[in-house]
T-cell receptor, first 111, second 112 residues
Framework: GNSVTQMEGPVTLSEEAFLTINCTYT??????LFWYVQYPGEGLQLLLK?????DKGSNKGFEATYRKETTSFHLEKGSVQVSDSAVYFC??????????FGAGTILRVKS | DAGVIQSPRHEVTEMGQEVTLRCKPISGHNSLFWYRQTMMRGLELLIY????????DSGMPEDRFSAKMPNASFSTLKIQPSEPRDSAVYFC??????????FGPGTRLTVT
């Protein structure tokens, strides 16, 4: 079946450090890929997306590139801030509207 | 735009009681989703509607759970009877078909 695997957290970084959160997927076709972010006490928000191979999604300093050859969509940010502390979810859509989420990765940024 | 509205934000109830969660999607969106989030199981899709019609309810855990969407601006998720293992945060999300899903703030349900 279709699935998403994320690196386990929590990931703890100091402010201004480089962030990578790994995400790989398994799908029977060519999915669209997403990163969602959940801040404490809130619902999920779309952070960025990519709909085809080699597309790069970017938003708020975060980037992720759709790599078909490695079935990956790793999230990166060059310099994290305390305000980036949240749970990050990688997800895919293959058919219709049904999002398939990874387990989520907790990010904690210390000042 | 007000975003997706959910009520109540918090619900505490006793085992065996009926619980009804409510959702108002973003105006103009034609798809609506109910999710459940727990530490143990993560984020699970329970059911989704397209143009008010249930399309996939394979995630509904058992017959105690039911969901309705009587019109384009309102949906309910009902649990009857509730059990302690139903304690979770329940999210509603809406979208225009094939586009991004917008999530509500969630309802935190505690069943004692």
């Amino acid at each position: 079946g279709n699935s998403v695997t994320q690196m386990e957290g929590p990931v703890t970084l100091s402010e201004e450090a480089f962030l990578t959160i790994n995400c790989t997927y398994t799908a029977t076709g060519y999915p669209s890929l997403f990163w969602y972010v959940q801040y404490p006490g809130e619902g999920l928000q779309l952070l960025l997306k990519a709909t085809k191979a080699d597309d790069k999604g970017s938003n708020k300093g975060f980037e992720a590139t759709y790599r078909k050859e490695t079935t990956s969509f790793h999230l990166e940010k060059g310099s994290v801030q305390v305000s980036d502390s949240a749970v990050y979810f990688c997800a895919l859509i293959l058919y219709g509207n049904k999002l398939v989420f990874g387990a989520g990765t907790i990010l904690r940024v210390k000042s | 735009d007000a975003g997706v509205i959910q009520s109540p934000r918090h619900e505490v109830t006793e085992m065996g009681q009926e619980v009804t969660l409510r959702c108002k999607p973003i105006s103009g969106h034609n798809s609506l989703f109910w999710y459940r989030q727990t530490m143990m199981r993560g984020l699970e899709l329970l059911i989704y509607f397209n143009n008010n019609v249930p399309i996939d309810d394979s995630g509904m855990p058992e017959d105690r759970f039911s969901a309705k969407m009587p019109n384009a601006s309102f949906s309910t998720l009902k649990i009857q009877p509730s059990e302690p293992r139903d304690s979770a945060v329940y999210f509603c999300a809406s979208s225009l078909e094939y586009y991004e899903q917008y999530f509500g703030p969630g309802t935190r349900l505690t069943v004692t």
